[in-house]
């Protein structure tokens, strides 16, 4: 017995560094798969973000491709405003048309559609296309002097440029 006694005690080393060897893979493995799980978390992550801002650009897209079709209908009603006589302006039939046109308006402004200001500005060809030009001694050149379609902006980028009358 004092020789199996001898063996054990000789054993238990050889069996600790086979068991702490063990103990070092799985410790480098568990490594391994934690910094595996950590990059397929931030890819992931990346992945949800990126896929994000692609459906907020189809959104915008959309947005700005319905307001363009909804434009020349407002176009048309302020057209047809601006013909209006005051008598008409006062007739009920008259005044649901122009409620109308009021609610389209707050629906691009829903779309975050805005108009760009023309009158009393200076000429911008990232803002206003011109159509035409006229001297007028009162009016300084590259002056805006008649607005002739109305131009749109959706979220601050150009839909369609204001068409205008230039000073010269």
Not at 28 to 41: A, D, G, P, Q
Request: hydrophobic fraction near 35%; charged fraction near 40%; charge should be negative.
């Amino acid at each position: 017995m004092t020789e199996k006694k001898k063996n054990m005690s000789q054993d238990p080393p050889k069996e600790f560094e086979e068991l702490e060897k063990q103990l070092d893979d799985c410790r480098k493995l568990k490594e391994e798969y934690l910094n595996s799980w950590k990059r397929e978390r931030a890819d992931f992550l990346n992945y949800k973000k990126e896929e994000a801002e692609r459906m907020n650009g189809i959104i915008a897209f959309l947005d700005g491709s319905f307001a363009l079709k909804i434009i020349p209908i407002l176009d048309n009603l302020d057209i047809a405003e601006q013909k209006l006589s005051d008598e008409l302006k006062a007739d009920e039939s008259v005044k649901g048309i122009l409620q109308i046109k009021k609610q389209i308006c707050e629906l691009l402004k829903s779309l975050k559609v805005t108009e760009i200001e023309t009158n009393g500005k200076k000429f911008d060809p990232n803002f206003h296309e011109a159509v035409a030009e006229e001297s007028k001694e009162s009016i300084e050149p590259g002056m805006v002097m008649e607005e002739i379609k109305k131009g749109y902006l959706l979220d601050g980028k150009v839909l369609r440029p204001a068409i205008v009358k230039v000073s010269k």
